[in-house]
């Protein structure tokens, strides 16, 4: 579940909204990333649950920080 879009690394099950956010603001940032593997982010979609999740950026210094925030 890595890649690499535009010079930073994306990890996990990250919206491409989000991705596409990213890219355009172009922060200061190593990559972006959604921890563990919620249900209800892209590809863990299970019927109606959604549990919330944050989408998080995170820095060469392992600084992190929210980025956006789903299904609150």
Known sequence: HTGVAGGYVVEGHVP??????????????????????????PGMEQGNQQDPYNVLTFTQDGNANVFARHNQ
């Open 16 to 41: 491409a909204d989000d991705l596409k956010r990213l890219l355009a603001e172009q922060p200061n940032v190593a990559g972006i990333t959604v921890p563990g593997m919620p249900v209800g982010s």
